[in-house]
């Protein structure tokens, strides 16, 4: 999936681990990531968890879509921070799942938590692992 992903190239997402219903990355907020306060824009840290979530729901190889997503934004980030990203399972049916996604910053402190809940297409993207 990644490596048809261009927008988490762009953000240079590397995936640290990744498992049926789970996937662990990190990325470093650059100049260009920043707003106008110097902080990281929000639109940022939202499609980190984005993208978390996207290959955590997908990881059974069945082609899932976010039907919602919701963002608590706890505390800024700045260029060169590293962004670590967590997006966990909390449960999956026949047509819907659900997902925790936290990202934390290089000191291990929340920096936003986002709940998403995915439909589940029945589509065969690949065979899981």
Known sequence: MLANDNFSKWMGIEID????GYCRLHYT???DMLNGFGI??????????????AFACNSQGI????LDAHITFIR??????VMTVTAT??????KTSFYNVTTTNKNEE????FKGTAYRTGKHVYEPK
Do not use: P, Q, R, Y
């Open 29 to 31: 907020i650059i100049e």
């Open 40 to 53: 990281v824009h929000g639109g940022v840290i939202f499609s980190g968890a984005d993208s978390a979530f």
């Open 17 to 20: 681990e990744f498992k049926e």
């Open 89 to 94: 399972e909390i449960h999956t049916g026949n």
């Open 110 to 113: 929340v920096v936003s938590v």
């Open 76 to 81: 800024a980030a700045k260029a060169g921070d």
């Open 63 to 66: 082609l899932s879509v976010a």
